[in-house]
């Protein structure tokens, strides 16, 4: 586990310089407060001197809150975690009775702001700036230490394979085809220059059109409507902003897409309030984590219980991580309920060309004849997924709301594209003979290929999975591996994969509210996911001996402890 | 945007002045100003002002939350005259009546150069790798291709490091970046004014960050040598005056060269600005946007990073763009040089939202790469258009007997129209450029750059010859409709004091 030891390291490291930086200030604080104010203007130098002694007191109290704050997250040991697993699973409760093993805990997934703020120290930064950079830190350092040290098939065979961000690698091939074809290498002088902040006008009109037909709506979409940002982040982060004051709130169905938590953080300063789903079918719920109208209520009920404000609702729909498609009629109880309750709704739509199964009909939030509330209802979507090229920074909002629209378009300036960028995907997006004739067919098929290889291989390791048919990704229940079934177990485990040199996603990320689900991207090349699959299989039956050895230890102590007090001490047993 | 508000502009008292004006440059009037600078001028001078963006901003609305009702107003309101441009530019062909733009800051001269440049072959490669999630500080090649311009363009004593940069979806992203991880929100930054007044939005948006203006004057006064100079005892009246409103000051934002006035700091000063920044604990971020759009060779620009030492390296952080120099403002690069790794991670973290694509990264290191074509093609033609067209308005302005500032950096000439407004007010500055905008053409008004005296205007001069003379032909037409204060003033000569108008 050299990554844990790493972080450890830099634990100690960073309360090092704490401390260091402690005994310097207290150190000039002796001195202020040992010096007498010079004699001339007493008053003024007077006012001076105690206004450093002040700030100086300020900073001292900051530091050792700093330290303290800092002791129970980085520290091993004392970190509260969420209770065991209460799922139906028949390994759910089988650790519930034994004492956390804490020397193991690591570093934090999940972040709650009292984590991560104060894992950094500059003098240089605002503590917004410390809070932005720890976060980043956190969310991405699994994909920092990827982008060092990446899988190659021939130059890179021990490099990390990374199957935890979703990012769509199996159809770079057509689009770099694509987008090298000669009509994607023109320029105008209007590229260049300045533009409609919300986006190039040609490339909003693409974009309604190509909504219009794909998304199947009633009526031909306004580009009046459209605005366009660099990419879904960017959306997201400027509707957290203008939908909410900060501290205010979204209400999202969780397992869900964690960058969310990112996105309307960073800047924006807005609240997640979750809606727990689980994995056990009710009689209220007809599959896994469903969404019912009555867990909305809930959550929304006891958000405003703890007194925060929610403004909106966020639906990812094919759904992130889950892969659930929602029905026409589901959709519409959920916008219903947000009518009722005056929230906006937010509808993310990134994956809604990745349903691979064609028993499934995606519906649109826009192909509905009449939306319940049209004027809080907004829909993103990009081509990051869709066409594989996150790199390329471009998302999209329809919303019906000139206001929200206008609004919106004050972000153009931070959130831009290039014209020459703007140029290509209208290129793209009007080739619509392309894209049905030639990219969907191979993008499908590729989708369903990966998409069969794995859940095979899942099926033949018997790992618990949910079986749907669209997104890059399966969510998958690996809680019988975990022992005892707690979030600090999944966190081992993930460990467990960057040592074999695979990168997954932990449910906690998703803010998953049982522990032991990951997300599994299968949307690389063959070779990749192969060996990716070949490291996964070696991961789990090494969790699997070990598991089986400590069961045997175990059950060798309570033979001890029932045998002991006849024979106290046998070395046979000991040694065992 | 018709009443314009004074209350965000704190007035404080000072030391009597005078008001004089620098007319026509290497017309110095030296004589006339000894005399004017003798004459106790009883109007208090403002000093400094603490912006507030949100003064004009009443109606909120009940889709959005307040601080997305005030951003809204910020698209309204901020966009009237770039909106009505919009809706009726002038073409050539099409629309010979539309409106010229000579309001906006772009180089619209070497269009042929840079397309030319950009159609090459060596443009055109589609990288898998790069259709796909980046290093969000910028892909390593650019950072690299970038820190290895800058040394050489800079003039850096050392060579500059590709772990210092980042690379972002430009200038206006990097202000917000900057202004959220160095400040906490209600936190200020300070700002010699006039200066580019969209600097107002970019750090307020997001980062809930204020400017404190440092009203610098037209007039020359004591040890200055030209209209607007910045002084050290400037930013210390105008800190001190923050600090006593209970404003906290983080940063200084340095526009170097400057805009809208074209000004360019000599070494030492910046060397001072700097000094000034370290007593006080300032980050200083110094803009360098324009700085290959010097075409006047005897300025003698100096970037702050060929300094040989910088006062304080770990918080002087430096700003350029392809925007301005490369005349490719709708390109979107920006990238920020700072040895403090902090920052440079703090602002990482936030650029998942201002990153830019990575054919365009490509593009950009293949155009930065290429030396020869910069300086045997394009520098060498880029700076005798601006310089031609510099000299083609100047020569119209110095007919029409207008004064202005200039001093051949930049796209644009600081005008002073002082003597056409009926009465010395903001009001009034509006109603004259509504004038120019019905006469078809779009001019930027000193309000928007916080400029504390009214009747100043930027006029931008790097357009296309036809455009260019159309343009200041709709100027003059309005002016030579509009009466003068002082009509038979000589454009050189020193205005009374704001008095009593007749």
């Known amino acids: 586990m050299r990554d844990q030891a790493l972080r450890y390291r830099s634990i100690h490291t960073q309360l090092m310089e704490m401390v260091l930086a402690l005994r310097q200030t207290v150190e000039d604080h002796i001195t202020q407060l040992t010096t007498r104010p010079q004699e001339q203007d007493p008053g003024l130098e007077e006012q001076r001197h105690g206004q450093a002694i002040r700030e100086q007191e300020a900073l001292l109290g900051r530091l050792l809150f700093q330290i303290i704050s800092f002791l129970p997250a980085g520290a091993p040991g004392n970190q509260s975690f969420q209770p065991p697993c209460t799922s139906t699973d028949s390994r759910g ?42 976060l980043y830190h956190l969310s991405f350092r699994d994909y920092n230490t ?238 990051s997924k869709d066409f594989c090229i996150s790199g390329f920074r471009f998302g999209a909002l329809y919303t019906h709301n000139r206001e929200v629209a206008s609004a919106m378009s004050s972000f153009g300036y931070l959130h831009s594209i290039s014209g020459i960028a703007q140029y290509k995907l209208r290129q793209l997006l009007q080739d619509r003979e392309w894209i049905d004739n030639v990219y969907l067919p191979s993008y499908h098929f590729r989708l369903q290929e990966a998409h069969r290889y794995v859940t095979h291989k899942l099926k033949a390791l018997k790992v618990p999975f949910l079986n749907r048919g669209s997104g890059l990704y399966v969510w998958i229940n690996l809680k019988q591996y975990l022992d005892p ?76 402890s029932t045998s002991q007090p006849e024979t106290p001490a046998s070395p046979v047993l000991r040694k065992s | 945007m018709s009443t314009l508000p004074q209350k965000e502009s704190r007035m404080t008292t000072a030391c009597p002045g005078s008001d004089s004006i620098q007319g026509l440059p290497g017309n110095k009037g030296d004589g006339l100003e000894r005399e004017c600078s003798r004459k106790p001028d009883q109007k208090p001078l403002k000093f400094y002002g603490v912006g507030d963006p949100t003064a004009m901003f009443c109606s909120s609305s009940p889709y959005l939350s307040s601080r997305g009702s005030v951003i809204k107003w910020f698209w309204d309101s901020a966009e009237e005259g770039y909106m009505t441009y919009h809706m009726d530019e002038y073409d050539e062909d099409k629309n010979p009546s539309g409106i010229i733009n000579l309001g906006t800051s772009e180089n619209k001269l070497c269009f042929d150069l840079l397309s030319r440049r950009l159609s090459q072959s060596d443009m055109l490669q589609v990288e898998p790798s790069l259709l796909q999630y980046p290093d969000w500080r910028g892909h390593l090649f650019l950072r690299e291709e970038v820190a290895r311009f800058l040394s050489f363009y800079c003039r850096s004593p050392a060579p500059l490091k590709p772990e210092n940069v980042v690379v972002l979806n430009g200038s206006a992203s990097l202000f917000s970046a900057l202004a959220t991880v160095l400040c906490e929100a209600e936190e200020a930054f300070l700002i010699p004014a006039p200066y580019y007044g969209a600097i107002t939005q970019h750090v307020y948006l997001y980062g809930n960050v204020r400017l404190v203006y440092v009203y610098l004057d037209s007039e020359v006064t004591g040890l200055e040598t030209r209209p607007f100079q910045l002084t050290v005892e400037k930013l210390e009246m105008a800190l001190q005056g923050a600090n006593s409103e209970g404003v906290k000051v983080k940063g200084l934002i340095l526009i170097n060269p400057q805009n809208p006035l074209g000004d360019v700091y000599s070494p030492a000063e910046l060397q001072e600005y700097l000094e000034f920044a370290k007593r006080h604990e300032l980050h200083v971020m110094v803009d360098e946007v324009y700085m290959l759009s010097v075409f006047e060779e005897s300025v003698g620009y100096r970037s702050v990073l060929s300094l040989e030492r910088l006062p304080d390296p770990q918080r002087t952080h430096v700003m350029w763009a392809t925007s301005k120099d490369f005349g490719m403002s709708g390109l979107r690069f920006g990238t920020l040089y700072t040895e403090n790794q902090d920052v440079a991670t703090a602002v990482t973290s936030l650029c998942r939202y201002h990153g830019l694509s ?72 509006v109603l004259l450029w509504r004038r120019f905008l019905e006469n078809k053409v779009l001019l930027s008004f000193g309000k928007a750059f916080e400029c504390k ?50």
């Not at chain 1, 519930?96 to 709650?112: D, N, W």
């Not at chain 1, 770099?176 to 023109?186: F, K």
């Not at chain 1, 929304?300 to 929610?310: D, H, R």
């Open chain 1, 93 to 134: 409760d089988a650790g519930g009775g034994q004492p956390v093993q804490t020397s193991r805990q690591t570093g934090q997934m999940f972040y709650q702001e009292s984590d991560f703020e104060n894992t950094i120290i500059s003098y240089d930064l605002s503590n917004r700036g410390i809070d932005i950079s720890a």
């Open chain 1, 146 to 383: 990827y982008q060092g040290n990446k899988y190659h098939k021939d130059k890179n065979t021990l490099g990390y394979i990374n199957l935890g961000t979703s990012e769509n690698k199996l159809c770079t091939d057509l689009l770099a085809e694509r987008l090298n074809q000669s009509d994607m290498t023109y320029i105008d002088e209007d590229l260049l220059q300045y533009t409609d902040w919300r986006g190039q006008p040609f490339l909003r009109k693409e974009v309604a059109r190509f909504l219009t037909f794909y998304c199947k709506t009633p009526e031909f979409l306004d580009p009046e409507n459209v605005v366009i940002l660099n990419g879904r982040s960017a959306v997201f982060s400027a509707l957290a902003m203008v939908l909410c004051d900060p501290g205010e709130a979204f209400l999202v169905p969780t397992p869900s897409y964690g960058g969310f938590a990112f996105s309307t953080h960073l800047y924006a300063k807005v609240k997640l309030v979750p809606v727990h789903l689980e994995s056990q079918v009710t009689e209220a719920s007809g599959y896994p984590f469903q969404l019912t109208v009555d867990k909305l209520e809930q959550a929304l009920l006891g958000a405003k219980i703890e007194g925060k404000k929610v403004r909106g609702l966020v639906l990812i729909n094919p759904q992130n991580p889950l892969g659930d498609v929602y029905s026409q009629d589901s959709m519409m109880e959920y916008l219903e309920f947000a009518k009722k309750y005056n929230l906006h709704v937010i509808v993310d739509e990134m994956y809604m060309l990745s349903v691979f199964d064609e028993a499934i009909t995606f519906h649109s939030v826009l192909s509905m004849k009449s939306l319940p509330d049209p004027n809080k209802t907004h829909v993103i979507w990009g081509t």
């Open chain 1, 485 to 560: 079934c707690t979030f600090e177990e999944e966190l081992l485990l993930h460990h467990r994969f960057l040592d074999h040199k695979l990168i997954l996603s932990p449910g906690k990320t998703f803010m998953c509210k049982e522990p032991g689900w990951f997300r599994l991207i299968f949307a690389v090349r063959p070779h990749l996911l192969r060996s990716a699959m070949r490291r996964f299989q070696q991961v789990l039956v090494e969790q699997e001996q070990e598991h089986r050895v400590k069961q045997l230890e175990d059950a060798m102590k309570e033979e001890v």
């Open chain 2, 358 to 429: 990575g054919l365009t990264q490509y593009q950009m290191a293949q155009l930065l790469r290429d030396r020869d074509w910069i300086n045997q093609v394009y520098l060498p033609e880029n700076h005798a258009r601006l310089k031609a067209a510099h000299t083609y308005v100047s020569e119209d302005l110095r007919a029409l007997g207008i004064p202005f500032v200039s001093r051949g950096a930049g796209f644009f000439i600081w005008v002073d129209l002082r003597k056409y407004l009926p009465e010395a007010t903001f009001e009034e500055e």
């Open chain 2, 453 to 502: 005296e009214p009747g100043w205007f930027r006029l931008v001069f790097s357009d296309k010859t036809h455009r260019l003379r159309l343009g200041m032909q709709r100027v003059r037409q309005v002016l030579e409709g509009q009466p003068q204060v002082a009509e038979d003033a000589p454009p050189c000569q020193i205005q009374e004091p704001r008095g009593p108008h007749k």
